[in-house]
């Protein structure tokens, strides 16, 4: 059977085995490195602070550089979240984005 | 089998419930939005079943573009799953009475959810093979059976923007920023990060403003370490 009856493409292929490893590389660095290596100080703290500034990198753009219905949507998320379970926090949060733009166009 | 084993394997079945109906929407809609990227759905239920790690395939799918940039997708995916270092160091001393094979598996089976409700088990009492890897597998299988479903629906759904779905990536990655928050110190990291990848999106082309900021955010982590953390570095 060919990839394209089975509805598949190099570069995708390669991108999901090149995001496969590296991801069960992670999963099994931690594992690895304990018994000789426990991290302290400055690299701790660079490494605690990664998942954090990844996920805000990742949405700072479509949150702070589209529009003010994007904004006012994304505070009103937090919000949900600090109170409302995380499923909820979303519906809210995308019930928002809609109305808002409604609003606002 | 036990009946050890087999009760091992139902409290992990029913600690895990859920999460894995928590999961489902978040499997349609990943699903969805890479069908409509051109993820076709033997390519998102290999993708599942192969990476097992949903923020990072949800960003993967937000970046996604035809031909698939796989370098970036590969770097991007290494820096959001950074995080599974610290996870397994934390396992390593709970599982260490595992076999090698065994031990392999957990770790390819572990995700947020099932290392959390395993840190709580470990509190309580010794991990087992068949506590870990029945919650990892119960996961593995919901979320390729969920995503491939959103993949073959997806192709229907039309326009997301029109009923919002394209705001759900921003809305559930700002969820999870509010559960990673443990004070000022996550408030710098997270507008040292924003501040830098709202600059390098405005003035690179590509992604590459995620890795920019993710380093921005590490380093403002790095510079505003707490100070006995930071004198612990300097006593060494």
């Not at chain 2, 996604?64 to 940039?69: G, L, T, V």
């Not at chain 2, 192709?155 to 997301?160: A, H, I, Q």
């Given at each position: 059977m060919s990839l394209d009856a089975l509805n598949l493409d190099l570069p995708t292929l390669l991108a999901i085995a090149g995001m496969a490893i590296v991801t069960y590389a992670t999963r099994l660095g931690g594992w690895l490195a304990l018994r000789r290596l426990v991290l302290s100080g400055r690299a701790r703290a660079a490494l605690d602070a990664v998942p954090g500034a990844v996920l805000a990198a990742v949405i700072a753009p479509a949150v702070l550089a589209t529009g003010p219905a994007e904004t006012v949507a994304a505070a009103i998320t937090v919000v949900a979240a600090l109170r409302l379970p995380q499923l909820a926090a979303v519906v809210i949060g995308v019930a928002s984005v809609v109305l808002l733009r409604l609003a606002m166009s | 089998m036990t009946s050890r084993t087999l009760e091992e394997m139902r409290a992990s079945a029913i600690a895990v419930l859920p999460a894995a109906v928590a999961v489902i929407p978040f499997g349609l809609l990943l699903g969805a939005l890479a069908a409509q990227k051109g993820l076709s759905v033997p390519e998102m239920m290999l993708m599942s079943a192969t990476v097992f790690a949903g923020s990072a395939q949800f960003v993967a799918v937000d970046i996604?573009?035809?031909?698939?940039?796989w370098l970036l997708l590969t770097f991007t995916a290494l820096l959001i799953n950074a995080r599974h270092l610290l996870m397994g160091a934390s396992w390593a001393p709970k599982i260490r009475h595992f076999g090698t094979g065994t031990s392999l598996l957990a770790l390819f089976s572990m995700v947020d959810e099932t290392w959390a409700l395993c840190e709580q088990r470990a509190t309580r009492r010794p991990l087992t093979p068949a506590y870990v890897l029945t919650m990892g597998g119960i996961l593995w299988v919901n979320w390729i059976a969920w995503t491939g479903l959103g993949a073959a629906l997806g192709?229907?759904?039309?326009?997301?923007a029109v009923y919002g779905a394209d705001f759900a990536f921003p809305a559930i990655f700002l969820t999870l920023l509010v559960g990673l928050w443990q004070g000022p110190r996550t408030g710098v990291a997270i507008a040292a990060s924003a501040i830098v990848a709202v600059i390098v999106h405005m003035n690179v082309?590509?992604?590459w403003f995620i890795a920019a900021g993710g380093i921005a955010g590490a380093l403002a982590g790095a510079v505003f370490a707490p100070s006995d953390e930071a004198a612990a570095e300097g006593g060494e």
């Open positions: - | 996604w573009r035809e031909p698939a940039p192709s229907l759904m039309g326009d997301p082309e590509g992604p």
